[in-house]
């Protein structure tokens, strides 16, 4: 199973695994090593939505691009000195109330997020004194929980902060919107630290996170994805994108599993990528499953790792550089919108700054918005986009604040009109 991919210096399209058959304009990699991808997929189980979901009010709310970033976590808050790592999921409140025609009805948001209970790597209030007076007594590795907020007006307002929704350690949120208000996240147990494998944990919601079950054990150990979400293939498979550390040897490695029987078991994916780190996956309009993941140790280039798949995520062809889409060595998000536009977001400058959003256009990628908020100069890290319906799409990003130092002291929302798609053969 774990062998290093070769890449070709032909063409990427020479992999005899699940890629699909890339454009011309995919660079291939020479003799780089590849890297290594976790991405687990569970298929959709159609409920009926429960009383507490239908209860959301379902009158048109107008989304109002190029406003304000809306702030959604904020150092500090609850107790938490720091939260990180967004993940954000859409519930369309038209399946579970009164059905409209209004593309501008409101979506229900859910915006996840790692609460932290120690300062550092990207947060350091200038104030020591905002520590977790429930966590701070306890190791590095168990100071942290999934929290979460709910938006039911486009993410114009959100809800109070819900604490530590698995009841225990949990750190590196991904989240996933099954359909009827059934919301999964995945998690990893930061307990089990600096383990190269820690151990992996799925939680479920059947009321668009009003409340949680407990959570289940995983068959397999990964970070899953380190943000992000999920994807639901077109298939009825749920795609997530994750990755693990050997710190021993600094080899990063990304894999993908999957479930066909509605998460009660897994099959693993043979395909093994080496160096990609923190991956995001998400389906083309035409059934291509992709990866973008991060090029941690610059190889190539300063720019993204992609990969592709056309046998919905059950393998993987090697991998190879993107140049159009820069990487300062740190997380990005990626989405294809209801209009089919491929969409990657993430800060373009070397010192974390200067957050952009970019389009495939078929040729190349090219910038495609700024979104509010954003600058040259602007800090940002981390991101999670989410199509907030038709014709807008979502973005929460990990920003500076004041009177705290660093590109992740706080987390914003920015909506933007979903980019035009131009005629192209894909």
Known sequence: L???????????????QGGASPWHHRSPVSSHGASVVFAFLVVTQVLRAPAAVRAVAASPVPVTPGSAPVEVFAFGQDGYPCARIPSVVSVDITTLATATTNTTTAALLLAFVECRGFTGDGCVPIASKERNHIEAALPFGVN???????????????SALIKNITQSPAANPSAVHLGRGVVVVHYNDPSAYPATFPPTYQVRSDDAGVTWGRPTRLSVNINPGTGGAGHVLKSGRIAFAGYTHDRTSDTLLTRVWYSDDHGASYKVSPSILYDLGEPQLTQLANGTVVILARNNKHTGCRCRWLAMSNDDGATFGSPWLVPDLPDPACQGSQLVTQNNAWLFAGPRATGRTDFQVYQ???????????????????????????????????????????????????IVLSTFAAPTVPPRVV
């Open 360 to 410: 495939d256009l078929g040729a190349r990628w090219t910038k495609a918005v700024q979104p509010t908020g954003a600058s040259e100069n602007t800090a940002a890290a981390y991101s999670a986009m989410v199509s907030v319906n038709a014709t807008h799409v979502g973005v929460l990003w990990e920003t500076s604040s004041s009177g705290c130092t660093g590109a992740s002291c706080r």
């Open 2 to 16: 774990a062998t290093r991919a070769t890449l070709l210096p032909s063409s990427p399209a020479s992999s005899t």
């Open 144 to 158: 942290r929980s999934v929290c979460l907020k709910r938006s039911s007006d486009n993410g114009r307002t959100w």
